[in-house]
């Protein structure tokens, strides 16, 4: 069974760090897309940031040189680092297989979703 679970949100005050953590089950992390996923309330569920089975990493605007994509074949997890975080950051995280990476990334595209962690960008 194919299962993906992730870990990691809090509240953290604007310009901090925080990493999320997403453990597949029920398949190889390594051989597979992973994308993160975040959804803002009442605004749609948008991609972030997707490593794809040959550890190419596409970042979309909202992640650009500040969040980082990192995978551990060894703990079949896949890693979300987030720096300078901001207000408009707040959102529930979610890691999802997905069939394509790069530019093409988009909710349309995934197999299978996790359920999700809240990030609270706040002072």
């Known amino acids: 069974q194919v299962q993906l679970v992730e870990s990691g949100g809090d509240l953290v005050q604007p310009g901090g760090s925080l990493s999320l953590s997403c453990v597949a089950s029920g398949f190889n992390i390594g051989w597979s897309n992973i994308g993160w996923f975040r959804q803002a309330p009442g605004k749609e569920r948008e991609g972030v940031v997707c490593?794809?089975?040959?550890?190419?990493?596409w970042y979309l605007d909202p992640a650009k040189g500040r969040f980082t994509i990192a995978r551990d074949n060894a703990k079949n997890t896949v890693y979300l680092h987030m720096y300078r975080l901001q207000p408009e950051d707040t959102a529930v995280y979610y890691c999802?297989?997905?069939?394509?990476?790069?530019?093409?990334?988009?909710?349309?595209?995934?197999?299978?979703w996790g359920q999700g962690t809240q990030v609270t960008v706040s002072s």
């Open positions: 999802a297989r997905t069939s394509e990476c790069g530019s093409g990334l988009s909710p349309r595209t995934v197999t299978s």
């Open positions: 490593i794809s089975s040959t550890d190419g990493t």
